[in-house]
């Protein structure tokens, strides 16, 4: 079983370890050297938030570290090639989004250990490599992947009232090793319910730029006037919930919306009624603790924290206690 560790034991931790860094900071340490990446572009929606929790935490570190940023698109094919280049930097640690997969990842994660690097992960798991490095370093800060699909799921059977007779359209990213898992949970707690379900694969170019679904999901639904629910799996999509579904000339009581992460276009499409029920796995966590547990690991030989961060459903009734977090980037 993965090492799991609750936010508020490792916050305690924490701060005694920073008391303790700074003492050992004054003793004319090098910066830790660390590669992060953020996973998508620089203002993309939900990256942004993973960046700013990145600098955050080197803020606090303050010359205990010195963190390097690769934004890769939301592409696996260019975080492999970065993690390349962040291994030949030869830094002390790398922080890396999780989805290309085991497979993709594990020839060069075993050259970056071999070099004495730390790895660690964040947002999609990495769950064999991970079992294999914890003791070095290696851990995991973001949802579980088809726990959180669930979750979203079965709130949307629940709060919508969805069974037999009704139909929903996936909008995911199912074909990605581990990523996809989000996906199916989706799907299998919608199904479980009796929902027919209809799936999309988002394309490259529908992640890289969300404005480029306008035409697929607007054909979809024109093709599919009987559709009473849209799930997107991707922050970015569901932040342009509202652009869809109006492009699509549905008002924002005709169509149930749902997906995952919190942005201010999502807050605001949830006030107006185009989207109806989000998965907040709050992603600043993903990028202020990883900073923090190559940190740990360099200077202190922590071993690798597994830290779920996905378990809040956002929706009308609670989002104006959230919505101020989120406009600061930081939900």
């Known amino acids: 079983m993965l090492k799991k560790i609750s936010l508020i034991t490792f916050s305690l931790m924490l701060i005694a370890v920073l008391f303790t860094a700074t003492a050992a900071a004054q003793e004319g340490e090098d910066p830790v050297e660390i590669y992060f990446f953020p996973g998508g572009s620089p203002g993309g929606t939900f990256a942004t938030v993973v960046y700013n929790g990145a600098v955050k935490a080197a ?3 303050g010359d205990r570290v010195n963190v390097h940023y690769m934004w ?6 260019m975080m492999v090639s970065q993690f390349q280049q962040a291994v ?12 290309p997969g085991d497979d993709a990842y594990e020839p060069f ?8 690097i730390i790895v660690t992960s964040q947002n999609t798991t990495l769950p064999r490599l991970e079992e294999r490095y914890k003791a070095d370093g290696f851990g995991y800060v973001g949802q579980e992947l088809y726990p959180s699909g669930q979750l979203l799921g079965n709130g949307c059977v629940n709060r ?10 996936v909008w995911g990213l199912k074909s990605r090793p581990t990523r996809g898992q989000r996906t ?4 299998d707690a919608l199904e479980e319910a009796g929902v027919e379900v209809d799936y999309m694969e988002i394309s ?13 999901i607007t054909g979809y639904l024109q093709s599919n006037p009987d559709c009473d629910l849209v799930v997107t799996d991707h922050g970015n999509l569901t932040a342009s919930m509202q652009s869809y579904l109006e492009a699509a000339d549905f008002g924002p009581d005709e169509i149930y919306g749902a997906g995952f992460d919190l942005s201010p276009a999502t807050a605001d499409a949830i006030r107006s009624g185009y989207t109806d029920l989000v998965l907040d796995q709050q992603p600043y966590l993903q990028g202020f603790l990883p900073v923090m547990q190559i940190y740990l690991t360099k200077r202190f030989q922590f071993s690798g924290l597994h830290i ?3 378990a809040g459903l956002i929706h009308e009734g609670n989002i104006e206690m959230i919505a101020p977090l989120a406009e600061e980037g930081i939900r």
């Open 109 to 116: 994660v075993e050259e970056a250990r071999k070099k004495g």
């Open 184 to 187: 199916q949970g989706v799907i």
């Open 88 to 99: 030949a930097a030869n830094p002390d640690g790398i922080a890396v989004m999780g989805h």
């Open 59 to 61: 803020e606090i570190l």
């Open 160 to 169: 919508f009232e969805l069974g037999e007779g009704d139909k929903a359209l």
């Open 204 to 216: 490259a170019e529908v992640d890289k730029d969300a404005s480029n679904g306008i035409p697929v």
């Open 308 to 310: 779920d961060t996905g």
């Open 72 to 77: 890769s698109e939301w592409s696996p094919q």
